[in-house]
């Protein structure tokens, strides 16, 4: 059975960066595209980047392009997302998902496995 887990979240400075790692395991994450959602405190869970089951195409909340960069490792069996310039805003539990949807790459319906999220903190 597939899953698919996130990590590398913590306590960073703004500014600073941090990579988050979505690990799966089950079958070859190439089977599926992959896509990092975020939701933070009393907030609706928000879009952040994604990234199609071959890695040659990836998608960007347009208010974070430049900032965050989505890429995939397939012989790790992970997909990593890389921040950068962090802010305080960025503050948020980071998911990640993997499904093969037939719509947006951005609407969270299209992704069938979702991971534990991982707590981003960002503080000023």
């Known amino acids: 059975r597939f899953s698919c887990r996130a990590s590398g979240g913590g306590l960073a400075q703004a500014g600073t960066s941090l990579r988050l790692s979505c690990a799966a395991s089950g079958r070859p994450i190439n089977n599926y595209a992959v896509g990092w959602f975020r939701q933070a405190p009393g907030k609706d869970q928000e879009f952040v980047a994604a990234?199609?089951?071959?890695?040659?195409?990836?998608f960007y909340a347009d208010s974070l392009k430049g900032r965050f960069t989505i890429s995939k490792d397939n012989a790790k069996n992970t997909v990593y997302l890389a921040m950068s310039s962090l802010k305080p805003e960025d503050t948020a539990l980071y998911y990640c998902?993997?499904?093969?949807?037939?719509?947006?790459?951005?609407?969270?319906?299209?992704?069938?496995?979702w991971g534990k999220g991982t707590q981003v903190t960002v503080s000023s």
């Open positions: 990234i199609n089951w071959s890695g040659e195409h990836t």
């Open positions: 998902a993997a499904g093969n949807p037939r719509g947006d790459y951005n609407d969270y319906s299209g992704y069938d496995y």
